[in-house]
């Protein structure tokens, strides 16, 4: 990453500036033009070094106050391709693929849903084992209690 790149990210990681022309904002607080933030932040998204530009909502706030984690034993040789099925649902907001611990934690494929209420999130949830299929053994859920963190990782 470029000294540019890095204060781009490191512009941004907080949050756009809530003001009418954000990147205008950004370009001035770098000391550069507006298409260089622009043509920065394009060249990053392409090629994966940042993800997305958009609105990240307090789901609490906006009452979704039933969160869990599903965990899944999915099969070895399934769960690459059923993980981008499930990550790609609506309502499921992280799903990564994490290496077993046996014999105590069978589970490979975790999936976070959120609900307004549990009820909500356990429909959800039997629609994931759905999608799974024959190819999971077994799954549990791990409902959130409280936020002790919550924020994505920062460039110092």
């Given at each position: 990453m470029n000294a540019l790149d890095r204060a781009l990210v490191k512009a941004t990681q907080g949050g756009l500036p809530l003001v009418a022309r954000p990147y205008e904002a950004i370009a001035r607080q770098l000391g550069i033009a507006q298409d260089e933030v622009l043509a920065g932040l394009e060249r990053m998204l392409a090629d994966g070094r940042i993800r997305r530009i958009g609105a990240v909502p307090n789901h609490y706030a906006l009452g979704y106050t039933a969160n869990a984690m599903s965990?899944?034993?999915?099969?070895?040789?399934?769960?690459?391709?059923?993980?981008?099925?499930?990550?790609?649902?609506?309502?499921?907001?992280?799903?990564?693929?994490?290496?077993?611990?046996?014999?105590?934690?069978?589970?490979?494929?975790?999936?976070?849903v959120h609900g307004k209420d549990r009820a909500e999130t356990e429909r959800k949830i039997f629609e994931i084992e759905a999608r799974l299929g024959k190819h999971t053994r077994s799954h549990d859920v791990l409902y959130s209690t409280r936020i002790l963190k919550k924020n994505g990782m920062r460039l110092a």
């Amino acid at each position: 990453m470029n000294a540019l790149d890095r204060a781009l990210v490191k512009a941004t990681q907080g949050g756009l500036p809530l003001v009418a022309r954000p990147y205008e904002a950004i370009a001035r607080q770098l000391g550069i033009a507006q298409d260089e933030v622009l043509a920065g932040l394009e060249r990053m998204l392409a090629d994966g070094r940042i993800r997305r530009i958009g609105a990240v909502p307090n789901h609490y706030a906006l009452g979704y106050t039933a969160n869990a984690m599903s965990v899944w034993d999915v099969a070895d040789e399934a769960v690459h391709a059923l993980g981008r099925e499930i990550g790609a649902l609506p309502f499921v907001t992280h799903c990564y693929r994490r290496p077993r611990r046996l014999p105590d934690w069978p589970y490979n494929l975790f999936a976070m849903v959120h609900g307004k209420d549990r009820a909500e999130t356990e429909r959800k949830i039997f629609e994931i084992e759905a999608r799974l299929g024959k190819h999971t053994r077994s799954h549990d859920v791990l409902y959130s209690t409280r936020i002790l963190k919550k924020n994505g990782m920062r460039l110092a």
